[in-house]
């Protein structure tokens, strides 16, 4: 599985998906705005997005983090 997630400093909701993930054992990538990436790189891959976490699973938009806790329901 490949997971990244677009984040940035100070995001609550992207801390919770990070730490989500860690606790599944599930490996991510982060591309966090501000270190390294711009909100216009966001947005060349999410063109709707109006908030982070942007999480990709596999190269498909999922959503945040309340979408993302949804994915790994077991």
């Keep these: 599985m490949k997971v990244i997630i677009w984040s940035?400093?100070?995001?609550?909701?992207?801390?919770?998906a990070k730490?989500?993930?860690e606790i599944k054992g599930i490996e991510f990538e982060e591309r966090k705005i501000g270190d390294g990436y711009?909100?216009?790189?966001?947005l060349e891959q999410v063109p709707t997005a109006r908030s982070v976490p942007q999480i990709f699973i596999n190269e498909e938009l999922i959503?945040?983090?309340?979408?993302?806790?949804?994915?790994?329901a077991d």
Aim: aromatic share 14%.
């Design 38 to 42: 711009s909100k216009e790189d966001l």
């Design 63 to 72: 959503g945040g983090y309340t979408e993302l806790k949804y994915f790994l």
């Design 8 to 16: 940035k400093s100070n995001c609550s909701y992207c801390e919770q």
């Design 19 to 21: 730490s989500l993930l």
